[in-house]
């Protein structure tokens, strides 16, 4: 069990280390820190786990960008054995499922965290997370969304489909964040949201648009200083009007199952997490035009992302 003390100090590191000290003088240095990151983690994975069961012993980790490729289907076929903290599918998935149907957005198996994806790609992914984890993507993602010091008291408004127990580790004494249920009519909130006042508004696209259409009609008081599109694809006629109603360049968080992939920087260009994983090139025509990501994640150990092809999105 971790304490009080324990998990400030892991959020506080995370932060740290992600806002200032993970800095790279060129593109080729940033290449051979990941290299090594890599074959660090997959040296670390019980020789029990699916990545090491799927490929012969001799193969070099050295080589592990040479190693077949893994998709959604896959990863949830052999996902008991693909996991390294013992959780069994059937489990996870039955218990995320009765934390979405009871609202009360606890769920967890033998301590680790567990829930399921928005299901965006039209098929939806479990993902496991543990404490440790957790407080790292709370400090992860603080250093990438906060203009403001973490000192500073500072408030997050956050729309989803479902709660979890990723999202509400963002509460501490000076970060103060409240989740807004979207099985409710956007209306419903309205109060609330307004009562709240948050200085940093995430929320999916089609909520940003309601939103933006009350604070039109000015029953919306709420200014935040930085908005966030989260879980769905940012239609363009949606971010200039919803930009044009709140005056502020709207950003966006890719998270999903996979990970977290990517936030947009403070000019609204989106930028991929590259100090927490590897994001390759799985070309989709000849002219190596298009393409879709494979993923490599040496930032989570409990579930293992490795050469995972980020399929059902639209290409890049």
């Not at 409710?184 to 709240?196: E, G, R, W, Y």
């Not at 940093?200 to 935040?224: E, Y």
């Not at 035009?289 to 092809?309: A, C, E, G, W």
């Amino acid at each position: 069990m971790l304490s009080q003390l324990h998990t400030k100090l892991i959020i506080l590191f995370s932060y740290l280390r992600h806002k200032y000290f993970r800095r790279f003088q060129s593109r080729a240095s940033l290449l051979r820190w990941q290299h090594k990151k890599v074959i660090k983690f997959i040296s670390k994975l019980p020789v029990d786990n699916y990545y090491r069961r799927r490929l012969s012993l001799n193969v070099l980790f050295t080589d592990w960008q040479s190693w077949p490729l893994i998709d959604k289907n896959e990863m949830m076929d052999n996902f008991d054995c693909l996991n390294t903290v013992g959780i069994k599918k059937e489990e996870a998935i039955n218990v995320a499922i009765a934390a979405e149907q009871d609202r009360t957005f606890l769920p967890q198996v033998n301590g680790m965290t567990v829930g399921l994806s928005s299901g965006t790609s039209g098929y939806r992914g479990l993902f496991v997370v543990s404490k440790q984890e957790r407080y790292d993507w709370v400090g992860c993602l603080l250093a990438k969304i906060l203009k403001k010091s973490i000192l500073k008291h500072q408030k997050i408004a956050l729309f989803l489909r479902a709660n979890s127990m990723l999202y509400e580790s963002l509460n501490n004494s000076r970060i103060e964040f409240c989740f807004f249920d979207m099985i409710k009519p956007v209306s419903n909130h309205k109060n609330t949201l307004n009562a709240f006042n948050p200085d940093i508004l995430i929320a999916p696209p089609s909520v940003l648009r309601q939103l933006a259409d009350l604070k039109k009609s000015a029953q919306l008081t709420i200014s935040p200083e930085q908005i966030y599109s989260a879980a769905e694809v940012f239609d363009p006629i949606d971010k200039r009007y919803i930009q044009e109603i709140f005056k502020k360049t709207i950003g966006q968080i890719y998270q999903a199952t996979e990970g977290f992939l990517g936030i947009s920087c403070a000019h609204g260009k989106l930028h991929l997490n590259e100090d927490l994983l590897v994001i390759e090139k799985h070309y989709l025509d000849k002219n190596k035009k298009k393409f879709n990501p494979i993923i490599t994640d040496f930032s989570r150990t409990s579930q293992p992302i490795l050469r995972y092809v980020l399929k059902g999105v639209t290409p890049i």
